[in-house]
């Protein structure tokens, strides 16, 4: 099958009728070269010299100079007056066409006197003419070139013919296949009849087709992992009572404590279970045996309001109160992956709105280096190899473990996460008297250094960067 442009195929029906089309004529050339290499075509390329007029040519179409000088001779007119009468032309027009005149025989001087001889000089400004016309040569070409009046130019011209294999071509069924762009049922129920033009895949952009980002497939690998070290997972809502998210964990109100999650407040008041608010209240104010109270007043009110919540540990202890109290003498691992809300200023390490991976161990015999473990292991599965702990200050554990990992992209340590084991303060109101290990994780940091990624707001949000979010292992077909 030859496959052939437009132009190629004009210029082929053109041939059959000994013509080329008209237009671009390089185009054209390049068409016939490409004919003449599938041998549909034979190509010839001849110079071609022909004569053009010069501009000063072009002037004297409508008489020559000497033509001008020899009528006024004709007349009568003396030298003197010849050069000092405005008779149109030039001192050197002058001069040089009475040189000419008197070569060609037709004046003849006498002291200051000019005298015309018979004659004409009709026949070469015709000559003249006559090029201009044909661009053809003539017995006065080569004065013409000498005084400037013409020039020559050479031109490639190309003569075609249809080859004996083009003339089969243009008459086979191929070439007289009607061509197609759009089709119907005629068209495809007799599609041997018809020749159909080929897309061009080549200049289609890459195609990217919807799916979850590269985050949301970062959760769900993390969800895996904590299915598989045994953890259940906790449903929670964005929005809280400050008593889940603060006074239950032992933070004291109206201290800096408080602060150290700037907290957005909603409007509207929640519900809070009376007996279990009542206890907290209690030892808040009074402490647990062996231990001190904050011996301060503890509102009521304040613990109703409602906030986006600052950590999903306030789902923890929801679970703590509503799940592990009620059977206590099970093991329990419970985990979450779910987002947070904090007033902070956006960075390169910080959003206002992030996912925190929680998770929370009840069980015998738990000790910081069961925590430990727990976190190293979570880590080492998602391919985070550098990580390290750091003692820390949290008002709801004791002791508490900050947790840092190396980003090589930043080229320092940047906290990831914070855990800790429960203050016995903080269980006691629950029922609970075993060991509760429990972390927080920042999953938009792990997300930096699995990645390698120096700035957090590329991963997601107003800032992402869509070569980020499409994940490329996933979600691009041709590119
Ligand atoms: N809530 C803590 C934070 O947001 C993390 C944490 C959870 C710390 C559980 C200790 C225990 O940083």
């Known amino acids: 099958m030859i496959e052939l442009n437009d132009l190629e195929r004009e210029i082929l029906k053109a041939l059959t009728k000994g013509k080329l089309p008209e237009g671009n004529k390089d185009a054209i050339v390049n068409a016939l070269r490409r004919l003449e290499s599938l041998g549909l075509v034979s190509l010839k390329r001849e110079s071609i010299i022909s004569y053009k007029l010069t501009d000063l040519g072009k002037k004297y179409l409508s008489y020559l100079p000497e033509e001008k000088v020899y009528s006024l001779i004709k007349k009568g007119i003396t030298i003197e007056e010849l050069f000092n009468k405005d008779i149109g032309l030039s001192k ?88 197609v762009d759009k089709l119907n049922r005629e068209i495809i129920e007799n599609y041997e009849n018809y020749k159909f033009r080929k897309y061009d895949l080549s200049s289609i952009p890459p195609i990217y087709y919807g799916g979850p980002s590269s985050l949301s497939e970062f959760i769900e690998e993390i969800k895996k992992i904590m299915v598989s070290m045994g953890f259940q997972e906790m449903k929670s809502n964005y929005a809280e009572e400050v008593f889940w998210n603060f006074d239950v964990m032992m933070f004291r109100q109206n201290h800096p404590d408080r602060d150290v999650q700037d907290t957005i407040y909603l409007e509207g008041k929640g519900n809070v279970d009376f007996s279990l608010l009542n206890k907290v209240k209690q030892t808040y104010i009074n402490g647990i045996k062996g231990g001190y109270g904050y011996g301060k007043e503890f509102d009521e009110e304040e613990s109703k309001r409602i906030i986006l919540r600052g950590h999903t540990t306030a789902t923890t202890f929801r679970y703590l109160y509503y799940v592990i109290s009620k059977n206590p003498n099970l093991n329990y691992r419970f985990f979450s992956v779910d987002k947070v809300f904090r007033n902070e200023t956006v960075d390169v390490t910080h959003l206002k709105e992030f996912y925190q991976i929680e998770g929370v161990v009840y069980e015998d015999n738990l000790t910081l280096r069961s925590l430990m473990g727990y976190i190293k292991t979570f880590y080492e599965l998602i391919g985070i190899d550098k990580v390290r702990f750091k003692p820390t200050y949290n008002p709801y554990t004791e002791p508490s473990l900050e947790i840092q990992g190396y980003s090589s992209a930043l080229q320092r340590w940047i906290e990831i996460g914070n855990s800790g084991m429960f203050r016995p303060e903080t269980l006691y109101p629950l029922g609970i008297k075993k060991n509760v290990a429990a972390w927080g994780l920042a999953l938009e940091r792990a997300f930096m250094l699995k990645y390698d990624i120096e700035d957090i707001r590329v991963i997601n949000g107003s800032e992402g960067d869509l070569n980020v979010i499409r994940h490329p292992k996933y979600y691009k077909i041709w590119s």
């Open 92 to 179: 050197e027009e002058i001069n040089a066409s009475i040189g000419i005149l008197s070569k060609q025989g037709l004046i003849e001087r006498k002291g200051k006197e000019l005298i015309a001889k018979p004659g004409d000089l009709e026949e070469k400004r015709k000559a003249l003419n006559d090029i201009a016309i044909t661009g053809l040569p003539n017995k006065f070409l080569d004065e013409f070139l000498k005084r400037g009046f013409v020039y020559q130019e050479k031109e490639d011209k190309y003569s075609a013919e249809l080859t004996s294999k083009g003339k089969e071509y243009v008459n086979s069924k191929e070439f007289n296949l009607k061509s």
